[in-house]
């Protein structure tokens, strides 16, 4: 089974219906991290929770997904 994963280049972070946000690690502290969000120019004030098979690290690019009524940090992204 293929899974495509849909992105709307003109979708806003936390804009209803959006699932999956790619970003890059900006801060870690607490047991969480802020995350720049692709096509922000800032960080996140909020601090976002990652599974724990992943420890955020600075400079990360990690995927999000929505989960309930916020986001979660799935993992980091690797690769070209």
Same mark, same amino acid.
């Given at each position: 089974?293929?899974?495509?994963?849909?992105?709307?280049t003109?979708?806003?972070?936390?804009?209803?219906?959006?699932?999956?946000?790619? #970003?890059?690690?900006a @801060?870690? #502290?607490?047991?969480?991290?802020?995350?720049? /969000?692709d096509s922000?120019? *800032?960080? *996140?004030?909020?601090?976002?929770k @990652?599974?724990?098979?992943?420890?955020?690290?600075? #400079?990360?690019?990690?995927?999000l997904?929505?989960?309930? #009524?916020?986001y979660?940090? /799935?993992?980091s992204?690797?690769?070209?």
């Amino acid at each position: 089974m293929d899974f495509i994963l849909w992105w709307d280049t003109n979708a806003h972070f936390g804009k209803k219906g959006i699932h999956m946000i790619i #970003g890059t690690i900006a @801060s870690v #502290g607490d047991g969480a991290a802020s995350v720049i /969000i692709d096509s922000e120019d *800032t960080a *996140t004030k909020k601090m976002y929770k @990652s599974i724990s098979s992943y420890s955020p690290k600075v #400079g990360d690019r990690v995927l999000l997904d929505r989960i309930g #009524g916020s986001y979660v940090i /799935i993992g980091s992204i690797t690769g070209k």
